[in-house]
T-cell receptor, first 115, second 113 residues
Framework: DVKVTQSSRYLVKRTGEKVFLECVQDMDHENMFWYRQDPGLGLRLIYFSYDVKMKEKGDIPEGYSVSREKKERFSLILESASTNQTSMYLC??????????????FGEGSRLTVL | GQQLNQSPQSMFIQEGEDVSMNCTSSSIFNTWLWYKQDPGEGPVLLIALYKAGELTSNGRLTAQFGITRKDSFLNISASIPSDVGIYFCAGQRRDFGNEKLTFGTGTRLTIIP
């Protein structure tokens, strides 16, 4: 069964702390994505990666960075957490191979609270 | 970045009722997808549409790719308790291999006992 695993389901951090959110997929997918989900705003793309060591900014990259050192792992980093980064974070992966359905496979999410 | 306008934002219905929701965009998409998120889980793909005017069914779900390529509709017939969750539309443009999806704001479906 295909799986995207996010390391922490719930985190509570203090303002100014550095936060790492880890995501691992076991499907050998080329593409990986980080979204944040907020009520009334849907899913907004933070960063994505089409290959190892490659990263592209999404729609809301400010305050975040990412790392993709291995194909199966994509990390989201909050260098200095702020209260407005309290949110649900969703990792997803997809294949670039054929047939290209556009389907994303999501993890269960990491709910981050910044105090 | 662009977001898709999805309506309604929330729905409160009784079991057995039919449900309709839609998504509109100011831009054209080549692919429309509908995802469902169960409470405490990540979204899961329900239906994918690849051609303007296409009508596709998956059990009690029916989705349509609008003829203008700027909108899509999802209908659920005879709702049951497990239909509860948040439904997201997503559009994709295949520009130079661009895989990015743009998501709607979501429709939260609640079934009243």
């Amino acid at each position: 069964d295909v799986k995207v695993t996010q390391s922490s389901r719930y985190l509570v951090k203090r303002t100014g702390e550095k936060v790492f959110l880890e995501c691992v997929q076991d499907m050998d997918h080329e593409n990986m994505f980080w979204y944040r989900q907020d009520p009334g705003l849907g899913l907004r793309l933070i960063y994505f990666s089409y290959d190892v060591k490659m990263k592209e900014k999404g729609d809301i990259p400010e305050g975040y960075s990412v790392s993709r050192e291995k194909k199966e792992r994509f990390s989201l980093i909050l260098e200095s957490a702020s209260t407005n980064q309290t949110s649900m974070y969703l990792c997803a992966s997809s294949s670039s191979g054929l047939p290209n359905t556009g389907e994303l496979f999501f993890g269960e999410g990491s709910r981050l609270t910044v105090l | 970045g662009q977001q898709l306008n999805q309506s309604p934002q929330s729905m409160f219905i009784q079991e057995g009722e039919d449900v309709s929701m839609n998504c509109t965009s100011s831009s054209i998409f080549n692919t429309w997808l509908w995802y469902k998120q169960d409470p405490g889980e990540g979204p899961v793909l329900l239906i994918a549409l690849y051609k303007a005017g296409e009508l596709t069914s998956n059990g009690r779900l029916t989705a349509q790719f609008g003829i203008t390529r700027k909108d899509s509709f999802l209908n659920i017939s005879a709702s049951i308790p497990s239909d509860v969750g948040i439904y997201f539309c997503a559009g994709q443009r295949r520009d130079f291999g661009n895989e990015k999806l743009t998501f709607g704001t979501g429709t939260r479906l609640t079934i009243i006992p």
